[in-house]
């Protein structure tokens, strides 16, 4: 689950909504990138460039639907990125608006390269 408030990006467990798994300060964020399929990405200054693993989730992976990630890079420090996955087009959409507003900065739509080596 995420909250976005007292200045702050907090990720809190599903689990255990005391269980806080990161928080990030607005002002710590320098960019987002928003990217969709099985991996997040980031516009690094090569291009497309993969945060994470998101996890193709083996044979059956194609019948899990569109995943939608928004990726945080920090200013030096840990974690680097913060990656957020959502399951719907309503989900990241709040949160790319609350992110826009709280942090100023533009979210960066990042599509995967085709055929790069």
């Known amino acids: 689950m995420v909250h976005f408030s007292d200045g702050r990006v907090t990720v809190v467990s599903e689990d255990n909504p005391n269980d806080v798994v990161h928080a990030v300060p607005y002002d710590a ?3 987002i990138s928003y990217s969709t399929g099985r ?5 690094s ?6 945060v994470a693993r998101g996890g193709g989730g083996g044979a059956l992976g194609i019948f899990r639907g569109v995943r939608h990630w928004i990726t945080l890079r920090t200013g ?3 974690p ?4 957020l996955r959502f399951s719907s087009d309503a989900q990241v959409a709040r949160a790319i608006a609350a992110l826009q507003e709280r ?3 533009p979210v960066q739509h990042v599509l995967e390269r085709k055929n790069a080596r």
């Open 29 to 31: 964020i320098l960019s």
């Open 39 to 43: 991996d997040p990405l980031w516009n």
């Open 45 to 50: 200054p090569e291009g497309p460039a993969a």
């Open 76 to 78: 030096a420090g840990t």
């Open 80 to 83: 680097l990125f913060v990656v």
């Open 103 to 105: 942090t100023s900065h």
